[in-house]
DNA sequence: ACTTAAACGAGACGGTACGTCCCGTCTTTGC
DNA sequence: GCAAAGACGGGACGTACCGTCTCGTTTAAGT
């Protein structure tokens, strides 16, 4: 009846997965995007292209793994306010954003919209991950009385994030005004959403 | 003296640029942009590498100028309001990113982002195009006396045109909602910039 | 003093030192000598690899044990002349090498020259077996006097085995053409043998 | 008609030919037949891996094509005698076998007898090659009348070659006594043949 | 019965080579 | 004197196999 699944053989050792992971993310930042060689990860991280493999489909999927799958969960900020909260999560996703080297974001990016299956994955974790703290944001708002409904979490998300998003990946600005950006966004879509109670 | 590059020999055969150019896009619906290879679009186009490679420096030169390069200029648009103008941008965007399969957009971004010069065209061309347009936009906002002071125009640029792109790179969200995305992103920032005066 | 090694622990269970060699074989049947692989073998005889691995250094001595090693000791024949001994010889050889696949016998050759442990191994089983068997048929010819005088072991080896080692792993000659053959070799090196008196 | 397939495209550079070979045997003489590998190839003929594989279809072919097909031909003896003959045709191969290294040779017979279509190759070249020398060699004999008949080449090439490829492969003998050897192979089939007119 | 120590099936591990693919360049022949 | 055809050096990919190494379990011999 249960099926808990009680695997045989010798199991995989976890210390790859972090030292995949690590190795990916240093080569990464030392060559980029476009340098990074599988080989490479494995004599970093000092295992063998096989114990990669045996983890991961493609290339790919383990930058996919060594970067989105691994960035931990932020819960949903909780500053009274809504222009607060939407403020916190700009901030957070500004942040992390320009923390990556940029060539590997849109490397990144491209992979995994070239993969139906990474895709998949991407949508699951990252995407499912922010629409979950919108949707909390705005259903505490709701609560508060700040908001006579709740609008449509998808919208808001690109409302939000998009221009984020543009400014670090399509205009390449300058990384200085991104705390600027992210209160305007922030006070425009809590402006736009509590005008039209 | 004079510099008219009076060319000798046989001249390129300008049916070979577009032969180049018709074959890239076919491929790049076809196979996408990961599977894309200058031998395929040789062969496509009935043609050798050689005539590629003497054209472009690199298979990315080649994918951006059958692509980015080949888009038509857009008049920046007078509907007479800010609000309308900001709307048909949103829009005429929104339909040129939907035309293209989405795994390219991300593929040329990446390949942008990576390439030096192809990073200073892509601004030099799209994005100073976009800049140009918005703000012709908000200077005839100016003008017409909706605005009282001209606001940063990369910052619009960005509120305007990023929940655009997000929707459609990052959310992969559904195409016809763009029409009502279009309008509500362009009504929300003009609330704010005529809001802020 | 003594060293009956009396083991501690549980005992090698001398069934899968069968059901290696079963396996062995029978995939070198089927799949031929260059496709096996201990994987597969150990996968078909129903064990682990390491069981393998702890009755064998290597690949190669697996084999080795497999079908040489296994081999039946065959007495000297005793005709009662030296040209009906020596064609008993030709006949069990080119028998024992019609029943292998010939690229076994081919791979198992260069394994064996290719490891100093195995050849002297061959060295030691097969060739000095037939050497004795050899040297039993020449003494005993001199014994009734159709020799005045024991030849060369090692030439009356090569003159005899040689050319039905030839005919089957050279020639991939026609094996019903083998008695015949062996008829011939040993009639010829009979009479050059008892000439030379 | 006519069927010059006459190529088009940049030819073949016979010169890379000539290093593909020079490099298998040197690093077949210097490491040996296990440890060659087709990248070491590469490097040391100063040459991509590319350039191989678009010649030989698998790694086997590449040495098949370095040894064995690029053995000069060697006319038929002619030394007025059947016996003459026969013992050059024996030192020659003899001469041929001493200078390889033996693991190349047994590493050799056991891929062409592994792969069918380099099986077919041997037999097309070397096998035949001998099979024509025997035959001129038997037919001269019988137009001298030293031979009534000319016996089965096959045969004779079994008996002939038989004795030396033993020495050399199966008993790793002296290479000191191959020319006795010769001599003694060469006598006795020529008396063999002679005695059965 | 209980301990001990090795053997066992399963399979992960480091390493090495394979054969394939593609890029950007170079070299022919033909129009 | 350019164009197509395609060979070239280089380099990464993903696969396969070897011989080793854990795991958790089983089996005998000795207590």
Redesign the interface.
């Known amino acids: 009846m249960s099926e808990p699944k009680q695997p045989v053989g010798r199991p995989r050792d976890s210390q790859i997965d972090h030292a995949i992971a690590s190795a990916t993310r240093a080569l990464l930042v030392e060559r980029?995007?476009?340098k990074l060689t599988v080989d490479a990860v494995a004599s970093r991280a000092g295992i063998g292209k096989a114990a990669i493999y045996r983890r991961f489909a493609t290339k790919q999927e383990m930058i996919f793994a060594a970067t989105v799958h691994d960035m931990e969960e932020q819960p949903p900020p909780d500053s009274g306010s809504l222009r607060g909260d939407l403020a916190a999560i700009c901030d957070i996703i500004a942040e992390q954003l320009s923390t990556a080297p940029?060539?590997v974001l849109?490397?990144l990016?491209?992979?995994?919209?070239?993969?139906q299956a990474l895709?998949a994955r991407f949508?699951g974790s990252f995407?499912e991950r922010e629409r979950f703290v919108i949707d909390t944001v705005l259903s505490r708002a709701v609560e508060r009385g700040e908001l006579a409904a709740k609008p449509d979490t998808?919208?808001v998300?690109?409302?939000l994030?998009?221009?984020?998003?543009?400014?670090i990946?399509?205009?390449?600005?300058d990384h200085g005004a991104l705390p600027d950006?992210s209160r305007?966004?922030a006070?425009?879509?809590a402006?736009?959403l509590t005008?039209s109670v």
């Open positions: 980029g995007y476009a940029p060539d849109h490397g990016l491209a992979d995994i919209h070239g993969d895709g949508s995407i998808a919208i998300h690109a409302l994030l998009g221009p984020i998003f543009y400014w990946l399509i205009l390449i600005g950006l305007t966004v006070g425009m879509v402006d736009t005008a």
